[in-house]
């Protein structure tokens, strides 16, 4: 394949199929949420020789999870036909933001994995009742993540910061 004025739409054909197949890949520790539907996902290069990259945003998840990621979209991205080679870049900026989450991420993760997303200052409300939440730890999993406990209903809260 090569780069002539009537292989453009197919090149634009080959990025959509490349941006489906990252799309498919969910996040290791929140399954059934997509890793471009929490905002990992930045860029997308494919050249006419079929070689891709795609440029990745690391989030709250820790280095395992990220190695895994990696992994899935090299695989899930391979399985496209006319893409010859695949290469996750891990780019440090822009910094990934809660708000790159979304809706339907966000409210899949209070409702399956009692998760609030906590956007600037604004303080964090559980999932299940709403009640205000407390931190359990300043030791969080991670720098942007945090274990609260509801002052209503008990509930353990997983807190992502943006
Ligand atoms: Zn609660």
Redesign the pocket.
Known sequence: MSLTEGSAIDMLRLEAQVHSAVSSVDDPEYPGISIVDLGLLETIHVEPDGSTVIGLIPTFSGCPALAIIADDVVAAVQEVADVSTCTVDWLSSPAWHADRISHEARSCLERKFTVAVQIGQRSTT??????K?VEQSMFGPSRCRSVHT??????T?EVLRG
């Open positions: 559980c999932p299940l009742c709403a009640s939440t509801c002052t209503g209903c008990g509930e809260v």
